[in-house]
């Protein structure tokens, strides 16, 4: 039983939709679709692989529970048919009134806005193919209920170690005993060249951070780890014609920019490159974290807002002993990276580039 019998619609599994003009109405990206089987529509289009249907026993059976968040519920496939795949099937609440009368609220639309956002960003040819950005390998549906006549999205991940966070709290979990500065300086790297890539393709990530930047095994003793950005939910596509404002930007407290925790009202339009700006100051909290921390945020919001932030990351890493791994080059580095991505003036942050964390040493030379 395949997904048009379910839900009525005639797909057309060989045509290309243009995902991005779905989303703009009025000037503003945002969706006009408001039904699940839209977002199916822009599934097949999507020139990610499929339909794949998982028939048998479903993900409930046949799968191990891994996380839940609010849009997905993820599995791994304890059969082993799929070694090396994650699937992400999208939470059931969303689909559970007949699909032909769903009148979705608030939260309903909001929850398929964010997935809309992912496939937005999983589908360009440029995100999908760099080395730093999480894969979508495919999609499909699964069958969950008793009667198998409810067909949910699914969609087919390259399975990662684990977050970044995770790798810096837990290294022995994951055969390392420790994480070197080095290895912390290469992971750095791989997120920035993922965000480079993604800025360059005018996506604005949303929400940087450890926890949202997996880990995959490298088979280079010299390079162990490599970091991909992940979750897409809240990245926000600038389209040439689409407008924006500061409440475009999602991301999380303890990361974001002092611009973002004001109190910009509606009619509050303005040069939407700046939205990359904030991007650019998580990405330094980011290096700060990685390279000196556990991957948790190294000051609390209500410090972000402060002139004297720049400073006191400064001191972190003057601070730091000379044990610990710490090269003079790099030092340089930092403090030019904090000193301009921590600015509390956006304008004043820079545009991302390898350059801010490149360095003549045989662990950069490796990576």
């Known amino acids: 039983m395949d ?4 839900s009525g619609l005639n797909l057309d599994r060989s045509s290309s939709v243009d995902v991005s003009a779905i989303f703009k109405t009025s000037g503003s990206f945002q969706p006009s679709m408001v039904t699940l089987p839209q977002f199916v529509t822009l599934l097949a289009g999507s020139g990610i692989r499929g339909p794949h249907h998982l028939s048998g026993i479903c993900l409930d059976q046949r799968g191990w529970f891994l996380s839940q968040g609010k849009q997905f519920t993820v599995f791994e496939d304890h059969a082993g048919i799929m070694d090396g795949t994650v699937f992400k099937r999208v939470n059931a609440d969303l689909i559970a009134q007949p699909l032909a009368s769903i009148a979705l609220d608030h939260r309903r639309k909001d929850h398929l806005r964010t997935l809309w956002l992912e496939l937005l960003a999983l589908s360009n040819q440029s995100v999908q ?4 950005i999480t894969k979508c390998l495919g999609w499909g549906f699964d069958y969950p209920t008793r009667d ?4 949910v999205p699914v969609l087919f991940m390259e399975k990662a170690l684990c977050s970044l966070q995770d790798l810096l709290q837990h290294p022995k979990d994951h055969g390392a005993d420790d994480i070197s500065f080095a290895i912390r300086h290469q992971l750095c790297l791989d997120v920035l060249e993922g965000l480079i890539c993604l800025h360059k393709t005018k996506f604005v990530h949303g929400d940087i951070k450890p926890a949202n930047i997996l880990i995959f095994r490298n088979d280079d003793p010299l390079v162990p780890f490599v970091a991909k950005l992940n979750d897409f939910g809240m990245c926000i596509p600038l389209q ?10 999602g991301g999380t407290r303890g990361w974001l920019a002092p611009e973002l925790m004001k ?12 939205l990359y700006k904030c991007d650019v100051f998580a990405f330094g909290l980011l290096v700060l974290s990685v390279l000196f921390g556990s991957g948790d945020s190294p000051f609390e919001q209500d410090l972000l807002s402060k002139d004297f932030l720049v400073g006191k990351a400064l001191h972190i890493l003057e601070s730091q002993p000379l044990s610990s791994g710490l090269v003079p080059n790099l030092t340089s580095k930092l403090e030019t990276l904090m000193s301009t991505s921590l600015d509390a003036d ?3 942050r820079p545009t991302l580039h390898r350059d801010m964390l490149a360095i003549s040493s045989p662990e950069f030379q490796a990576w």
């Open 129 to 132: 193919a760099h080395a730093n």
């Open 263 to 274: 109190d910009h009202g509606t009619s509050d339009f303005f040069h939407k490159a700046l």
């Open 3 to 6: 997904w048009a019998s379910v």
């Open 148 to 151: 198998r006549k409810m067909a």
């Open 240 to 249: 040439e014609d689409v407008r924006e404002s500061y409440k475009s930007y």
């Open 346 to 348: 956006p304008n004043k």
